[in-house]
């Protein structure tokens, strides 16, 4: 077995999910998967409220759904370990927001915000948080 050292970036966007993995030492791409979003934008809330005029949110398991099939999809498709792979970064389109409790849970998983829009991970197309955002900006 090789022992080169690999790297994934996961680049969570609008409708998919985005994974690379490259080569630490030499910077060459060993492979690249995309996964679509199961849920997309969503355009109402489980139960069948509407999600709110002009907002664009998202339900934040469709990216761990990336992060479970995209990334040892990776893996397979270079023919590696998983042992070869030192570190895995992520990113989001900034100001992307997903409201948590404390201990980190996304509030949208909560019975008791379920059916709030609020709830749910906000996009950079979402222009209801404008002043709370600008002040975490700033």
Do not use: N
Request: contains cysteine; proline residues 7%; hydrophobic residues 35%.
């Amino acid at each position: 077995m090789s022992f080169e050292r690999y790297v994934i970036g996961v680049d969570f966007g609008t409708l998919s999910g985005r994974a690379v993995l490259v080569e630490a030492e030499t910077d060459r791409v060993a492979a690249l998967e995309e996964r679509p979003y199961r849920h997309g934008i969503l355009s109402q809330l489980p139960g069948g409220a509407p999600s709110g005029g002009g907002w664009a949110i998202q339900d934040p398991d469709d990216y761990l759904q990336v992060l479970e099939e995209a990334v040892p999809a990776l893996v397979r498709r270079a023919g590696i370990s998983g042992e070869q792979v030192a570190g895995l970064g992520c990113d989001v389109t900034s100001c992307t927001i997903l409201p948590t409790a404390p201990d980190g849970t996304p509030l949208c998983r909560s019975e008791t915000y379920r059916s709030q829009p609020h709830a749910y991970v906000k996009l950079w197309k979402y222009h209801g948080a404008v002043q709370q955002v600008e002040r975490i900006e700033t």
